[in-house]
Nanobody, 116 residues
Framework: QVQVVESGGGLVQAGGSLRLSCAASGSIFTFDAMGWYRQSPGKQRELVAVITRGGSTNYQDSVKGRFTISRDNNKNTVNLQMSSLKPEDTAVYYC??????????WGQGTQVTVSS
């Protein structure tokens, strides 16, 4: 059974930085893509950043230049370095792992709170 576990959330002041990590364990395959999504109260879950096994990345416009996603294929891990954080970045951040057989797995989420 694949497990996806996030870590690194917390409370930070506006302008500060946080680093989120995500590890997917239990699969014999290397992921096809791993991504970070976020959801704040009353809003739909949205893509923040995604990275493929080959290293291609895609970011939501609002985080470009502030967030950086990186990966370690051998360990099925992905990190999200967040800088210049804004109050509107406050949300629960979820990691999703996609594997070659088409299966997708979500983590439980980690809270990020940015105070003004």
């Amino acid at each position: 059974q694949v497990q996806v576990v996030e870590s690194g959330g917390g409370l930070v002041q506006a302008g500060g930085s946080l680093r989120l990590s995500c590890a997917a364990s239990g699969s014999i395959f290397t992921f096809d893509a791993m991504g970070w999504y976020r959801q704040s109260p009353g809003k739909q879950r949205e893509l923040v950043a995604v990275i493929t096994r080959g290293g291609s990345t895609n970011y939501q416009d609002s985080v470009k230049g502030r967030f950086t996603i990186s990966r370690d294929n051998n360990k099925n891990t992905v990190n999200l370095q967040m800088s210049s954080l804004k109050p509107e970045d406050t949300a629960v951040y979820y990691c999703r792992a996609e594997f070659p057989n088409g299966s997708r797995y979500w983590g439980q989420g980690t809270q990020v709170t940015v105070s003004s």
